[in-house]
């Protein structure tokens, strides 16, 4: 049996496209190129698609798209697993795919549109089918389900849309929230966009921020607990989860990109420091999270655990980071689970 041509897809028109990049380097480093054709695709924060086939430096250091590239296309009359690569002098080239693996994180990458247009390709990817990576994208529609289900209490929240009467919004909240509030974007990652709000002059900025990323926002009850995140892998419908990891987040408001991504002001306790019934109470919260929502391959689910030992359903993100420093393949690696085993494990749940 020959190599599998794995397509990694990297970038995208989201707010976390460096993060994307630094995912992108981390995987390419440690894919096993003795069992997989890499071929690496990248998309411009314009949303052109490239094969590029360049050093992977010139991932990390974000010029990739400068040189060493080719643009290529979905052409369904190719049939499936196709794509097209556009070469010099107009030369179009059919380049099959066995596989995706989208380390795409946020925005158009993360929320079913890439799923949906590898679906209709016919190329099977890691993670999460269309319709649950959607849904899970948007953290109101999460809430709904993860509500509808009874599993685990969730923070308080009202939906807002663009175009909402700000003032009469800030006294709903108010009334019904109180502060400190919350004010995050329905529909996007590591935390980009999100405040915390102290007080009622706070408020309009943040609600400009959040609707700055998406029409849709949530303004969320504060929960004051440790930050508790689990990671689950799904093979086949045998599901492995972690221990959960504790996110400290030193001096910082709440874990937002500068501390997840930027300072070094966070740090992390693998396993939580909590006492062993809430471990395992968290975790198996979890998986009923994730089979709840339809999940498939992988996602991180995050919590709340407050001093009065109540687990408290925070989000879930479907494409979790996989820089060096990002919690999945962390929590992952104290499974067992190498770097390396866990891209080969990924991959082959998604080709079941």
């Known amino acids: 049996m020959g190599k599998l041509s794995l397509g990694i897809l990297f970038g995208g028109k989201s707010s976390e496209y460096e993060v994307s990049l630094s995912s992108a380097y981390a995987l390419l480093s440690n894919v096993d190129r003795e069992k997989y054709d890499v071929l690496t695709i990248g998309i411009t924060k314009d949303g052109k698609w490239y094969l590029f086939e360049g050093d992977i430096e010139k991932i990390r250091d974000g010029s990739w798209y400068c040189s060493d590239v080719s643009e290529v296309f979905f052409a369904p009359t190719y049939g499936k697993k196709v794509m097209g690569v556009l070469r010099e002098g107009g030369k179009i080239e059919k380049l099959t795919l066995d596989v995706v ?72 909240a108010e009334h019904e929230i109180g502060y400190p509030m919350f004010v995050k974007p329905a529909s996007s990652g590591s935390s980009v966009g999100c405040s915390k709000v102290k007080d009622g002059s706070a408020f309009d900025k943040a609600v400009n921020s959040a609707f700055a990323e998406d029409e849709k926002i949530l303004i969320e009850e504060c929960i004051t ?123 082959a749940s998604a080709l079941k």
């Open 101 to 172: 693996f989208p380390v795409l994180h946020g925005r158009f990458g993360e929320d079913g549109r890439v799923q949906g247009l590898l679906s209709v390709a016919g190329i099977p990817a890691v993670g999460c089918g269309c319709t649950a990576a959607a849904v899970c994208m948007d953290k109101a529609l999460t809430k709904t389900v993860v509500g509808a289900a009874n599993i685990v209490r969730q923070a308080k929240a009202v939906v807002a849309l663009s175009g909402d009467d700000t003032e009469a919004l800030r006294r709903r």
């Open 225 to 347: 607990g440790r930050e508790i995140e689990v990671a689950v892998l799904e093979e086949g419908g045998r599901l492995t989860v972690s221990v959960p990891a504790e996110i400290d987040v030193g001096s910082s408001e709440f874990y937002d990109y500068e501390t997840k991504y930027v300072s070094d002001e966070s740090s992390f306790y693998i396993p939580a420091r909590i006492d062993e019934e809430a471990q395992k109470n968290a975790s198996a919260t979890a998986a009923k999270i994730f089979t709840a929502l339809g999940c498939r391959g992988l996602s991180r689910v995050d919590f709340f655990y407050t001093a009065e030992g109540e687990l408290i359903f925070n989000e879930i993100n479907t494409l979790p980071g996989f820089t060096p420093i990002s919690m999945y393949p962390k929590l992952m690696g104290h499974t067992g689970i190498g770097y390396s085993e866990l891209i080969d494990r990924l991959i």
